[in-house]
């Protein structure tokens, strides 16, 4: 399929893109920013091409449905998500350093589906009568947003964590944390991000639910999927809850921030492959 194709190329391409940034971060070279901020965006128009031919695709075969529905399909789509955030992020905060980490992610979640042959399944196939229905779009293009921004907050919470480490240590910063931005702005970022994902997420869980009465006849059954999916959602309650009562800033919120994506993998990988559900991706 040439949609199929597409996505390959495109992976190659977030992968340049990833390289450009981590130069960009290592050299601040302006020029280098610039190139990798162009290129992203072309990437990002091409990935954008790739998923609406294969939404085309379908409907030349006769099933005409929204490239959601499967593993390589929603990967794919992780990937745009991680990519759009981030450069619109790019744009708000006039910062290219978080690109080092956000790229890499994109370009990871994009590679497992094109770059792993016999892993997943590039078939395009029909959705079962009783899934044919829009709540498909809204859960899952907000629950997709929501990771994106839960994944470049575990980016940065990391990078938060490797600067304080050497500070706390009482060393003088060298290498690669002498040229992370300061604390205070990736705290902030930290929260930021979060407080993005937070509705999104939310906004997901509701529209799953009413996608659930559609389809089963009830809006919770406590399936795997939506267990788990719950459990990230008070991870990321607890982490605002303590930013706004507490103020919880720093580690602490470095940790839960990575916490809460560890738990969004295992939601979005980890049920699929070691708890049977009737929301399992193939």
Request: aromatic share 18%.
């Amino acid at each position: 399929m040439i949609s199929a194709k597409m996505v390959s190329s495109v992976t190659f391409l977030y992968l340049a893109c990833a390289v450009l940034y981590f130069n960009y971060f290592a050299f601040r070279s302006e020029q280098l920013g610039k190139f990798a901020t162009g290129l992203s965006w072309i990437t990002l128009l091409l990935h954008t091409a790739a998923i609406l031919w294969r939404w085309v695709e379908s409907y030349q075969l006769g099933i005409g449905r929204a490239p959601l529905t499967n593993m390589y399909e929603s990967l794919v789509f992780f990937s745009w998500c991680i990519a759009l955030l981030y450069l619109l992020w790019e744009r708000k905060i006039k910062s290219r350093i978080i690109g080092a980490v956000a790229m890499p992610f994109a370009f990871l979640f994009i590679a497992f589906a094109s770059l792993a042959p016999g892993i997943f399944s590039d078939r395009i196939d029909p959705l079962i009568p009783a899934l044919q229905s829009n709540w498909l779009h809204a859960h899952v293009i907000t629950c997709f947003l929501g990771y994106a921004a839960f994944a470049i907050s575990c980016g940065v919470s990391i990078m938060y964590l490797m600067k304080i480490r050497k500070k706390e240590q009482g060393k003088k910063e060298s290498g690669w944390t002498a040229l992370f931005p300061p604390l205070e702005f990736l705290d902030d970022l930290i929260y930021k991000t979060i407080a993005v994902g937070f509705p999104m997420l939310t906004i997901g869980i509701i529209t799953g639910a009413a996608w659930a009465n559609y389809a089963w006849g009830s809006y919770w059954s406590w399936d795997p999927k939506e267990t788990w999916s719950l459990i990230t959602w008070f991870v990321y309650a607890v982490f605002l809850h303590a930013r706004f009562t507490r103020e919880w800033r720093g580690k602490r919120a470095a940790f839960i921030s990575i916490i809460g994506f560890v738990a969004v993998i295992f939601t979005y990988f980890g049920v699929n492959y070691l708890l049977a559900g009737l929301h399992s991706y193939v």
